[in-house]
T-cell receptor
């Protein structure tokens, strides 16, 4: 079974739509992350959750709203997005504190297009 | 100065060649270092961690120079399947935060 799953894999939405991205990890990790990957740019960390608590928010616009109901699930709620928000959104998980725990395991990503 | 800087490439090499990638990082307090590999339209995956003493995994050798804040990855006997983007990654601060470089693209041709 794939360690980190994301749905949907592709999403096209208008600027007035509301949608949600879902991430689930089956690795028993306690930290989960949202990243944005745009063309010609490095991965940008958006949010970090440790034990369901948000520990980092890298100045992400409020039109992106994360939710972490438990250590295995992470959501990214989207509303009134802009065309420049079109990108690959990657979820990752890790288990900090363990030996080798800094390694982050990524899901396959959701490719988002905002029209 | 960018936190993690890499030459974007692409590096075009023939099969069997040896190729080296470099990466510099700006924060001298950085703690851990990694190379990730990302195939086209796929997610990044850990290739190897980088240790102070240098480390080798088969055809791949990673080196760290803390004084110069420099990391390298050497690939020997390149295979077609090595074609990918190689991401230099640094753990700088915070509980578990990683900072990614833009990546270096490698294209291995027959």
């Amino acid at each position: 079974e794939t360690g980190v799953t994301q749905t949907p894999r592709h999403l096209v939405m208008g600027m007035t739509n509301k949608k949600s991205l879902k991430c689930e990890q089956h690795l028993g990790h306690n930290a989960m992350y949202w990243y944005k990957q745009s063309a010609k740019k490095p991965l940008e960390l958006m949010f970090v959750y440790n034990f369901k608590e948000q520990t980092e928010n890298n100045s992400v616009p409020s039109r992106f709203s994360p939710e972490c109901p438990n250590s295995s699930h992470l959501f990214l709620h989207l509303h009134t997005l802009q065309p420049e928000d079109s990108a690959l959104y990657l979820c990752a998980s890790s288990h900090p504190g363990l030996e080798g725990g800094d390694e982050q395991f990524f899901g396959p990503g959701t490719r988002l297009t905002v029209l | 100065r960018k936190e993690v800087e890499q030459d974007p490439g692409p590096f075009n090499v023939p099969e069997g060649a040896t190729v080296a990638f470099n990466c510099t990082y700006s924060n001298s307090a950085s703690q851990s270092f990694f190379w990730y590999r990302q195939d086209c339209r796929k997610e990044p995956k850990l290739l190897m961690s980088v240790y102070s003493s240098g480390n080798e995994d088969g055809r791949f050798t990673a080196q760290l120079n803390r004084a110069s804040q420099y990391i390298s990855l050497l690939i020997r006997d390149s295979k077609l399947s090595d074609s990918a983007t190689y991401l230099c990654v640094v753990k700088t601060s915070g509980y578990s935060t990683l900072t990614f470089g833009k990546g270096t693209m490698l294209l291995v041709s027959p």
